[in-house]
C-alpha cells in the first residue's frame, strides 16, 4: 500500500504545474523557468492562482539556490497545503541548496 502511495504520488509530480523562484528573478515574471519570481510571497500567490484554475493539479515550487530576503513573512494556510491528489510541494531545483 505504501509502494502504492509512493508512485502515485511520483507520478502525480511528474505531471505537476511548475512554479519557479529565483533570487535574480522579478516578481513580475510568470514563474516559468525562463522567467523565475523573485520570492516566495509571489510564488505562493503563483499557486493559489494556479490551484483556482486547475483544483486537481499537483503543482510544485522550485526554488533555486542562494538567499531568499522575506520583506514580509511567509503565511501558508490551509489552502496552500493541496491534497493528496493535487499537492503543493516546495522543493530546491536540481544540484540547488
Known amino acids: 500500500m ?14 505537476a504545474a511548475e512554479i519557479h523562484v529565483a533570487p535574480t528573478g522579478n516578481d513580475a ?8 519570481a523573485a520570492n516566495l510571497v509571489r510564488a505562493r500567490d503563483l499557486a ?3 490551484r ?7 503543482i510544485q515550487i522550485i526554488l ?8 514580509e513573512p511567509l503565511v501558508l494556510t490551509p489552502e ?7 499537492p503543493l510541494i516546495w ?7
Not at 533555486?64 to 520583506?71: D, K, Q, W
Not at 496552500?80 to 493535487?86: L, M, R, V, Y
Not at 522543493?91 to 541548496?97: E, H, K, L, T, V
Request: with cysteine.
Open 29 to 36: 515574471n510568470p514563474g516559468t523557468a525562463e522567467q523565475p
Open 52 to 58: 483556482a484554475k486547475t483544483p486537481d493539479e499537483p
Open 91 to 97: 522543493r530546491s531545483a536540481p544540484g540547488q541548496r
Open 64 to 71: 533555486a539556490g542562494g538567499e531568499y530576503v522575506l520583506a
Open 80 to 86: 496552500d497545503g493541496g491534497t493528496e491528489k493535487a
Open 2 to 15: 505504501r509502494l502504492c502511495l509512493t508512485l502515485c504520488l511520483l507520478l502525480a509530480v511528474a505531471h
Open 48 to 50: 493559489r492562482a494556479v
